[in-house]
Nanobody, 126 residues
């Protein structure tokens, strides 16, 4: 059973930075492509960023491109989301997710992912 545990969310002022982490249990972390999604109150879960199993390719939502960076450390079974220049509209619960590397798609759709974490709250004050 694969388990994902996010951490690093908190209250931050607009313009600030946060780094989210997602620790993944299991010995096959390097076989998963990983993604970050977020969900604001009353809204659907939306794609934020994705990274391939090797870390060689990344993909971002237009709303975060240039501000957020996804990375992974396969030796630590961890994926990260560095968030800079945060805006109030970035406020949401952030979820990490794992998909098998051979599942088609670039990682921007929730249905591609097999495993999900419980989420970590990010709140950006004006």
């Amino acid at each position: 059973q694969v388990q994902l545990v996010e951490s690093g969310g908190r209250l931050v002022q607009a313009g600030g930075s946060l780094r989210l982490s997602c620790a993944v249990s299991g010995r096959t972390f390097s076989s998963y492509s990983m993604g970050w999604f977020r969900q604001a109150p009353g809204k659907e879960r939306e794609f934020v960023a994705a990274i391939t199993w090797s870390g060689g390719s990344t993909y971002y939502a237009d709303s975060v491109k240039g501000r957020f960076t996804i990375s992974r450390d396969n030796a630590k079974n961890t994926v990260y989301l560095q968030m800079n220049s945060l805006k109030p509209e970035d406020t949401a619960i952030y979820f990490c997710a794992a998909k098998y590397a051979d599942v088609a798609g670039r990682g921007d759709r929730t249905r591609e992912y097999k495993f999900w974490g419980q989420g970590t709250q990010v709140t950006v004050s004006p």
